[in-house]
């Protein structure tokens, strides 16, 4: 008879297995073998923040305090922007660092979002001496300092500089991991340049801030498309219109994503529920126009009636109901629900609205039906060793697909400034290091030169010589 324990195989591969062997090793003071084992753990299952958490717990210990903020900071960020004991941490390991302003910063942080907190008795005494010895204010600082690089994303993506923008909501959403709005941005964002791994990274985030979360779940949406989870996105189209409106800008954000996959009868429905509370000539437009697209004449005709009695009603506007009621008379013509949302989006002057706009998601609709095909770089093989080399000296918050976006990186450099020399070990090194630095600078990861040196054997002179070659600009 087959027993219950587990094949040697498979101990080999659990990743529970490991982390209570770390956490044995823990006990036992074994700090070094508790890290090895816990790391182990976290490879096997990298989104398991339990274990990502539980290894910046042990690199704090370890007195290494910057790597275990990094692994902290890349858990609110990418993963878990609820897991506020992570706030705790960064405070403590700044204050060990002698960063007395982080520290009450992520105190503060860990007050406002967790009062209760297991830690909430202990942090108020630290903010209070910190503030007592130090020049700090604490005022929420963080707070409008958010908001006010959300405002300049905005504003960068009206101006077309989307690189600007993605940096200053990446500033947002440190400042507080909380702003789902900033999250929601850099999705759309995301979908437009078809990064839908990531897009489906920070959709997770802000459902963990609010699994209802209208934006969100209407971004989801796009993204399970691209994937060809189509089941799914029948699902998640079915619901969306059940949950919970509470403004004008999630009835439009539901509506628009309805008419992107031509869910007309769903929309209807939407939009008769929601009719008395939000009774403006865009939305009665919008209802109209679902009335005509499937032959609802006498719910059509009324709503043209009262919009025809409606003496300030713009000439533009006249002529387009004149023109939909052509389409009544006609009966046979096919109507495009989308064109006329986009026409009457026009006339009336709606504001364009990153949650709305049916000009945005009809574009990224359209790079969802029609997938990009990226061609597999690849780069000479005497580059090999370099690529080998970063993967070696990788930190654990990096995410699984490291390895190609460092050749990535690799081949655009490449691409760009030509064959580069590689002569002996200590080239290869410090190549290395300058691609590990790229990396961490696109993806918002706080690593210091002083630490790829340290970390790489290399000199500061390497680095920066080899960052010169490769035409680097920070």
């Known amino acids: 008879m087959k027993n219950n324990l587990l094949s040697i195989d498979e101990y080999r591969n659990n990743p529970e297995f490991y982390f209570y062997k770390g956490l044995r090793c823990a006990n036992k003071r074994n700090l070094n073998d508790a890290y090895k084992h816990l790391v182990k753990a976290a490879e096997l299952s990298p989104e398991n923040m339990e274990y990502k958490f539980n290894i910046a717990c042990f690199l704090s210990e370890m007195q290494k305090p910057r790597e275990a903020n990094r692994i902290f900071m890349d858990i609110l960020l990418h993963y878990d922007p609820t897991m506020h004991d992570c706030y705790f941490g960064m405070g403590c390991n700044s204050f060990e660092l002698g960063d007395m302003k982080k520290a009450a910063e992520y105190f503060e942080k860990y007050i406002y979002f967790d009062s209760d907190g297991e830690f909430s008795e202990e942090v108020s005494e630290m903010i209070f001496y910190l503030k007592l ?37 990446y500033k947002a959403i440190a400042f507080n991991p909380m702003n789902s709005d900033a999250r929601n941005l850099l999705v759309l964002i995301m979908l437009e340049q078809q990064n839908y791994k990531r897009a489906s990274n920070f959709i997770a ?101 009262n919009l025809q009695s409606i ?94 976006e460092i050749i990535q990186i690799l081949y655009n450099i490449i691409y760009q400034t030509g064959e580069l020399l590689i002569e002996n070990e200590k080239d290869i090194v410090a190549l290395s290091a300058a691609i590990e630095y790229i990396y961490c600078k696109e993806n918002f990861i706080e690593m210091e030169k002083e630490e790829l040196i340290q970390k790489y054997g290399i000199s500061s002179i390497a680095l920066n010589k080899v960052l010169k070659k490769i035409k680097y600009k920070e």
């Open 133 to 169: 010895y130090n020049d700090i204010s604490g005022d929420n600082r963080f707070l409008r300092l958010s908001q006010t690089n959300l405002k300049k994303a905005r504003k960068s993506l009206l101006n077309n500089k989307t690189d600007e923008a993605v940096s200053q909501l």
């Open 205 to 305: 985030t802000v459902t963990n801030i609010y699994s209802e979360d209208i934006w969100a779940n209407s971004l989801k949406i796009y993204n399970l498309y691209h994937t060809r989870k189509y089941s799914r996105v029948e699902k998640l189209l079915k619901i969306l219109p059940f949950r919970s409106i509470y403004n004008r800008k999630d009835l439009l954000c539901i509506a628009t994503t309805l008419i992107i996959f031509n869910k007309i009868d769903e929309l209807i429905h939407l939009l008769e529920t929601y009719i008395v509370e939000y009774s403006d000539l865009f939305i009665c437009a919008l209802l109209l126009i679902g009335y005509i697209s499937t032959k609802n004449y006498g719910k059509a005709n009324q709503i043209i009636n």
């Open 311 to 404: 003496k300030t009603l713009d000439k533009n506007f006249s002529d387009w109901i004149k023109k939909v009621s052509e389409f009544i008379k006609e009966d046979n013509s096919e109507v495009s629900v989308l064109e006329e949302y986009k026409e009457i989006f026009r006339i009336i002057g709606e504001p364009e609205d990153y949650m709305y706009s049916p000009f945005r998601y009809k574009k990224i609709f359209e790079n969802v039906t029609k997938p990009r095909h990226r061609t597999l770089r690849k780069i000479p093989k005497k580059y090999n060793s370099v690529v080998e080399c970063a993967v070696l000296h990788k930190e654990i918050m990096y995410v699984p697909e490291y390895e190609k």
